[in-house]
Nanobody, 122 residues
Framework: QVHLVESGGGLVQAGGSLRLSCAAS????????MGWYRQAPGKQRELVAT???????KYSDSVKGRFTVSGDRAQNTVSLQMNSLKPEDTANYYC????????????????WGQGTQVTVSS
């Protein structure tokens, strides 16, 4: 019912920058929160950054000051500008929508993208 399309991953040297983008489509009435999680091999999925409809942002301590999350409510898109990348930022990055209300459907739902790989070389 909701499709998330991510783009922008790739290979970059330490200290470099990448920008991830995600667009949500489907019978969406509203989205409370959009954002990004990441999962490195052998590790649990962890929060990177989220932004709410009210533009409240939340970041993991490991990315504060280096990453910036932004969103467009009208377009149902979210972006993540990643600067000063480090090898430990290497992971598969997943876009997510949370508190998603669908047209004609009760309740709120969470959706996840397929993930985009970010690799930072030292």
């Amino acid at each position: 019912q909701v499709h998330l399309v991510e783009s922008g991953g790739g290979l970059v040297q330490a200290g470099g920058s990448l920008r991830l983008s995600c667009a949500a489509s489907g019978r969406i009435f509203s989205i409370n929160t959009m954002g990004w999680y990441r999962q490195a091999p052998g590790k649990q999925r962890e929060l990177v950054a989220t932004i709410t409809r009210g533009a409240y942002t939340k970041y993991s301590d490991s990315v504060k000051g280096r990453f910036t999350v932004s969103g467009d409510r009208a377009q149902n898109t979210v972006s993540l500008q990643m600067n000063s990348l480090k090898p430990e930022d290497t992971a598969n990055y997943y876009c997510t929508t949370q508190g998603t209300v669908l047209i004609g459907v009760g309740g709120e739902y969470a959706y996840w993208g397929q993930g985009t790989q970010v690799t930072v070389s030292s």
